[in-house]
C-alpha cells in the first residue's frame, strides 16, 4: 500500500467548513483513497472513499486532484461532534491486505 | 450482531500471563485484521486473514503474539508473557474481502483495551 501524509493537526470553527489534505505521492493506478475517523475511545469509522472522481456521500465531499497525487475530505459543517482523528489511506480494494494507517489528523472544531 | 463484536472490552492483567482477545466479525465477511493502538497513537497493523489463504502476519511485533480465525469467522489474538509494553487497544476490523471493485470498507468493532501492570 502506498503511504499516505496528513497534517498532525487542525482547527475548526463550529458551522464552518473543515477542509482536510492529504498526500499520496505514491499511489497507484488501481489503489483508491478511504477516509476513516475515530472519535475518542471508539473504533474508527468509514467517511468516504473513491478513485479519481470526487465523491460525496451524507457525511462528506472527497476531491481527488487529477493526478490522483492528494486529496482533501471536505465536512462542509463542521459541528463539535466531528472532533476526531481522521484518517486517510490508500488500498486497492475489497481484497487489498493490510492497510497501513498513518497518525491522521486531529481536527479540533470549536464554538 | 450487526457489527463487529470484540471481547472482552478490558483486560487487566499481570506481567508473564497470557492473555486472549476475541473477535466476532460480520456474518458473511471474509476478511479479518487486527490492529493495535497505543495511547496517543495511530493504528499499527498486526495481521489480516483472507478466507482460507495464509494470514499475512508481517505486522506481529514478537514471537509472544499470535491469531487463529476458525471455520473463517470468529478469531483469537493471543499474547503470551504479557509485558507492559503490550498495553494498548486491540481493534479488530473485518471487511467483505470479494473482488468488488471499489469495495473494502474495513467495520472496526469498539476494541479490547488491554493493560499489563
Known amino acids: 500500500d502506498a503511504k499516505t501524509t496528513q497534517p498532525p493537526s487542525m482547527d475548526c470553527a463550529e458551522g464552518r467548513a473543515a477542509n482536510l489534505p492529504c498526500n499520496h505521492s505514491?499511489?497507484?493506478?488501481?489503489?483508491?483513497v478511504y477516509w476513516y475517523r475515530q472519535i475518542h475511545s471508539q473504533g474508527p469509522q468509514y467517511i468516504i472513499h473513491?478513485?479519481?472522481n470526487n465523491e460525496t456521500n451524507e457525511m462528506a465531499s472527497l476531491i481527488i486532484t487529477e493526478d490522483r497525487k492528494s486529496s482533501t475530505l471536505i465536512l462542509p459543517h463542521a459541528t463539535l461532534r466531528d472532533t476526531a482523528v481522521y484518517y486517510c489511506?490508500?488500498?486497492?480494494?475489497?481484497?487489498?491486505?493490510?492497510?497501513?494507517f498513518g497518525d491522521g489528523t486531529t481536527l479540533t472544531v470549536k464554538p | 450482531g450487526a457489527g463487529v463484536s470484540q471481547s472482552p472490552s478490558n483486560k487487566v492483567t499481570e506481567k508473564g500471563k497470557d492473555v486472549e482477545l476475541r473477535c466476532d466479525p460480520i456474518?458473511?465477511?471474509?476478511?479479518l485484521y487486527w490492529y493495535r493502538q497505543s495511547l496517543g497513537q495511530g493504528l499499527e497493523f498486526l495481521i489480516y486473514?483472507?478466507?482460507?489463504?495464509?494470514?499475512?502476519k508481517s505486522g506481529l511485533p514478537s514471537d509472544r503474539f499470535s491469531a487463529e480465525r476458525t471455520g473463517g469467522s470468529v478469531s483469537t489474538l493471543t499474547i503470551q508473557r504479557t509485558q507492559q509494553e503490550d498495553s494498548a487497544v486491540y481493534l479488530c476490523?473485518?471487511?467483505?474481502?470479494?473482488?468488488?471493485?471499489?469495495?473494502?470498507?474495513?467495520?472496526f468493532g469498539e476494541g479490547s483495551r488491554l493493560t499489563v501492570l
Open positions: 476490523a473485518s471487511s467483505l474481502g470479494v473482488s468488488r471493485v471499489g469495495t473494502g470498507e474495513l467495520f
Open positions: 473513491g478513485l479519481k
Open positions: 489511506i490508500v488500498r486497492v480494494g475489497a481484497n487489498a491486505g493490510k492497510s497501513t
Open positions: 505514491t499511489i497507484s493506478g488501481n489503489e483508491y
Open positions: 486473514f483472507q478466507g482460507n489463504s495464509a494470514p499475512d
Open positions: 456474518s458473511g465477511h471474509t476478511a
